[in-house]
């Protein structure tokens, strides 16, 4: 049977909005990488607009699209910044 | 979320100049410079009644220290400090403080601006206006992934070689 990792989505600004929940839970295969969680969430058409302008990070630490994810990882999507 | 978020850069209690003009002083700096945005009650001709503030509280407060850590090392000035505040604010409170001390006030104006410019494109901050109707809407803010450029007055010149 194929592995499975656990992955929290964190959401946060306005695509916790558009996915209406603070988080959501995936179970990715085992050397899925941050990009094969963003195509899941391409899915979702509420929030798949928003995704092309938006990073990501595990953790404290910002993440490319190839980075890959481990098993109970929080990956964060960070949508345009507004602080100031 | 965000409730009760106190670390060095990130704070949901109201922010107090005071302390870090007390932290950041130095005998050898004659130029002080410091930034404070306060929240205003209109954007892009509408009628702002207050703003929330949330924040990725431990990479935005990576993310501040990273940037203090710079404007010192590009503008050669020893002290720089940032703090954002986040929660719900008032018209007139103040979201964000920066203090620059340095020797001379030509590099403390640069470094000052840098800090804020920055604080501004790439800390995990996202701030919601609410309209006198009830109504919000989060404000369009600046791309922090892969291929989006700052800009040019924001991208970081070459490190100094040791000579």
């Known amino acids: 049977m194929e592995s499975m990792n ?24 085992a050397g899925a990488r941050v ?38 990882d929080e990956l964060s999507v960070l949508p345009p910044v507004s602080g100031g | 979320m965000n409730q009760s978020v106190t670390l060095p850069h990130i704070q949901q209690q109201p922010l107090q100049l005071d302390a870090l003009l007390a932290q950041t002083e130095r005998p050898d700096c004659g130029a002080l410079a410091i930034f404070a945005g306060a929240v205003r009650n209109h954007h892009e001709g509408a009628a702002v009644s207050h703003l929330i503030y949330t924040a990725h509280p431990a990479l935005c407060n990576k993310i501040i220290a990273a940037i203090e850590q710079e ?21 007139g409170e103040v979201a964000i403080v920066v ?23 790439r800390a995990p901050i996202w701030k919601e206006e609410f309209y006198p109707d009830g109504s919000s809407s989060f404000v369009a803010g600046c791309c922090i992934a892969d291929g989006f450029e700052p800009p040019d007055h ?6 100094k070689e040791n000579t």
Not at chain 2, 75 to 91: A, D
Request: proline content about 4%; hydrophobic content about 45%; overall charge neutral.
């Open chain 2, 99 to 121: 203090v620059v001390r340095a020797p001379h006030r030509a590099e403390a104006f640069a470094a000052l601006r840098y800090a804020v410019d920055s604080t501004k494109h």
């Open chain 2, 71 to 91: 404007t010192r090392e590009q503008f050669n000035v020893p002290e720089c400090r940032i703090v954002h505040r986040i929660g719900e604010l008032q018209i």
């Open chain 2, 154 to 159: 924001l991208k970081l010149l070459p490190k």
């Open chain 1, 35 to 72: 990009a094969d969680a963003v195509e899941h969430l391409r899915l979702d058409a509420t929030l798949s607009g928003e995704l092309p302008r938006c990073a990501y990070a595990v953790g404290d630490d910002m993440v490319g699209l190839d980075h890959p994810l481990a098993d109970g």
């Open chain 1, 6 to 29: 656990t992955i929290t989505i964190r959401f946060w600004g306005i695509t916790a909005r558009l996915a209406g929940a603070e988080q959501r839970v995936l179970q990715l295969s």
